[in-house]
């Protein structure tokens, strides 16, 4: 177990280079994590970060958990995606949970005997969720659930779901497991970045789910839980892009240092040392973004939202720009899997997408700025 706190940062940082940064190339090659993996993140208590120590998680507050994220991010994307959606599902169950819902769940989920994913994209719905397209009925003491998920983190060995739904008009979220009659799972293979998050396209079909499965009420559902878990999500993906952006920092300084053209290492040509200088910078500056959310979502500030959707936008842009430069650096060689550019490149494009599009987000920091 792995605890929390700047001192054992070091300790985590070395512990993810040998289980899944010398291996994550091959990872991306074979589009999975090694069951193996992940019960060592479970033991080392990653799996359990979001969940309270009294069932047996590590409970680390925002900056811990943020810097967990960035670490993974360096490791592997793909590892930040399983990680994301296991954690936007703990944290759910935590804050919205029945007493029931969490003595069941919490423990398994941060023992890593049960892995979770989030169910809300759609093959016509991303960020839109208001509009999802799953209908969800009542029939007695249970819901009927019929609908399409794609694109779901984890989701070809996830156990539980966190499904987002359509009941009466209101979004709701249900928690169905992955044996649950009426759901099937279908992977989803050679996308472009992420391509060890082991994605798959979850069909529910006349899918009975008992109503103790449903996440806080019918009368309550948006807002609250759907709200919360994207706030969770930007803000994991904001400090993962942080990482995935040190990562490409720190290969083009090691490579640079070493590679030499017209006599001279590519360090010492200055139009390289402007897109090292530029890419330390702005990363920098997204690290800071994501401590400020982090500052503010520890103390309970309202404004902790904004702040993460701020640094989630600059982030991720950011980490896109620094990939494309590194893979510039690097030349043919950043375009081989002898080097691990070409998966932060394909990742880094993941990350302006998922869990709100860089558009969505330049819409919610504008109408926010004008709302003041």
């Known amino acids: 177990m792995i605890a929390s706190g700047p001192h054992r940062r070091d300790e985590l940082r070395a512990f993810l280079a040998a289980t899944v940064g010398k291996h994550a190339n091959q990872f991306d090659l074979d589009q999975r994590i090694p069951r193996s993996v992940i019960a060592q993140l479970a033991e080392a208590g990653i799996l359990g970060a979001q969940v309270p120590r009294q069932f047996g998680g590590t409970e680390y507050d925002a900056f811990d958990f943020g810097h967990v994220c960035e670490l993974v991010g360096y490791a592997s994307g793909s590892l930040l995606s399983l990680l994301t959606v296991h954690s936007i599902v703990a944290s759910t169950i935590v804050r919205w949970g029945s007493a029931a819902q969490k003595e069941r769940w919490l423990p398994l989920l941060a023992s890593g005997a049960s892995l979770g994913a989030f169910a809300l994209s759609e093959a016509d719905v991303g960020s839109d969720a208001r509009n999802v397209g ?4 009542r029939e007695g003491d249970t819901f009927v659930v019929n609908g399409t998920k794609k694109w779901i983190s ?13 009941c009466d008009g209101r979004v709701i979220g249900l928690i169905v497991e992955a044996d649950n009659p009426g759901l099937s799972i279908a992977p989803i293979s050679d996308m472009l ?42 803000f994991s993906i904001a400090w993962g ?27 010492d040509h200055q139009l390289v040392q402007k897109m090292i200088a530029d890419m330390v910078t702005n990363t920098q500056a997204a690290r800071l973004l994501c401590e400020d959310a982090a500052r503010k979502r520890a103390a309970g500030d309202h404004g902790g939202i904004m702040a993460t959707t701020m640094a989630k936008y600059f982030a991720a842009r950011n980490a896109e720009t ?28 993941i990350m302006s997408i998922i869990e709100g599009s860089a558009q969505m987000q330049q819409i919610l920091i504008a109408q926010h700025s004008y709302g003041r």
């Open 322 to 349: 620094v990939a494309a430069e590194a893979v510039q650096l690097h030349g043919a060689n950043g375009c081989s899997n002898d080097y691990p550019l070409a998966r932060h490149y394909r990742d880094a494009k």
């Open 154 to 166: 984890c989701g070809q060995i996830a156990d539980l779901f966190l499904i987002v739904g359509n």
């Open 193 to 234: 970045g992420f391509r060890a998050a082991m994605l798959a396209e979850i069909t529910l079909d006349e899918c009975v789910v008992a109503q103790n499965q449903l996440l806080g009420s019918v009368d309550f559902g948006y807002a609250q839980v759907v709200g919360s878990v994207l706030d969770h999500g930007r």
């Open 241 to 267: 892009c942080v990482g995935l952006a040190q990562a490409c920092i720190d290969a083009s300084l090691n490579y640079t240092e070493t590679r030499q053209t017209f006599g001279q290492y590519l360090k």
């Open 134 to 137: 799953t209908r969800i009925r």
